[in-house]
């Protein structure tokens, strides 16, 4: 039975430490994306602003991009235009901050779950002793 209660925590402590691993990876790919992304403007003709802003996909139709402003939580690149409306640039998937917030949250939960491992045996009942042992014990605390 003892066995059994180790077994189950050392389960949900690795499932913890996996769902750490998994949620520093996605971290650090989305930091990786943004600033590959962030390193190319500025270096070279026409870098700016920001291609991903210019020929990104849901730019506002009319709207001159003017700058870019890099978001660390959530991973994200936002696009401002000229008239101050703001886009995401789609340089992150959007598959990775949901992804990122699950695994976050499933650290959290593993890892703040109390481990079920108990120490020793049973809890003793004390009036099965024998009356000596209890006199005994009793004598050493007065």
Do not use: K
């Not at 709207?63 to 890099?70: F, L």
């Not at 939960?109 to 009356?131: F, N």
Request: charged letters at 20%; one cysteine or more.
């Amino acid at each position: 039975m003892a066995e059994q209660g180790a077994a189950e925590s050392t389960l949900l402590r690795g499932t913890a430490i996996f769902a750490a691993a998994a949620t520093a990876a996605l971290y650090l790919l989305g930091l990786l994306l943004v600033g590959l992304t962030v390193s190319e403007v500025g270096s070279g003709t026409n870098s700016t602003p920001m291609h991903q802003c210019v020929y990104a996909s849901n730019v506002p139709e009319g709207a001159r991009v003017e700058t870019h402003e890099v978001r660390y939580l959530p991973v994200h690149i936002l696009c401002r235009t000229t008239d101050g409306r703001v886009f995401n640039s789609g340089t992150v998937p959007s598959w990775l901050n949901p992804a990122l917030a699950v695994s976050f949250a499933a650290t959290i939960a593993l890892a703040g779950r109390p481990s079920s491992r108990r120490t020793g045996g049973p809890p003793r009942d004390r009036r099965d002793e024998p009356p000596s042992d209890r006199t005994a014990r009793a004598s050493r605390f007065t």
